[in-house]
């Protein structure tokens, strides 16, 4: 099981990027992928989710919607997170995660995205937001 992450990579404010999460030794059809951050000197902050294509379940954190946008393609195996209107503080490294549980929905509740279940995890990917 492998999740890789990849294109990250210096950008303007205003500017866009594409994140890709490539799965491999696993069907990601069947589980959530969810997307995360690191700043440095903070916690990681989990940002968006697409649940398994039967639960048909996206979500993205109050910091990024309307913004960026989670995704999948079954067919490449892989989980995407299109990022538009990058501001600064978006600077950070980013993962791609998945708790391995078949058909499930993202773990969201009230708000809170619960990961603690998700042990399969990415390298991460820099994205530097900067004039």
């Known amino acids: 099981v492998q999740l890789q992450a990849s294109g990250g990579g210096l950008v303007q404010p205003g500017g866009s990027l594409r994140l890709s999460c490539a799965a491999s030794?696993?069907?990601?059809?069947?589980?959530?992928i969810g997307w995360f951050r690191q700043a440095p000197g903070k916690e990681r902050e989990g940002i968006a989710c697409t649940g398994a294509t039967a639960s048909s379940s996206t979500w993205h954190s109050d910091s990024v919607k309307g913004r960026f946008t989670v995704s999948r393609d079954n067919v490449k195996n892989t989980a995407y997170l299109q990022m538009n209107s990058l501001k600064f503080e978006d600077t950070a490294v980013y993962y791609c995660?998945?708790?391995?549980?078949?058909?499930?929905?993202?773990?969201?509740?009230?708000?809170?995205?619960?990961?603690?279940?998700?042990?399969?995890w990415g390298q991460g990917t820099q994205v530097t937001v900067s004039s």
């Open positions: 995660a998945t708790d391995l549980a078949p058909n499930a929905h993202c773990p969201v509740f009230g708000g809170t995205f619960y990961y603690s279940a998700y042990d399969y």
């Open positions: 030794g696993f069907t990601l059809e069947r589980y959530a």
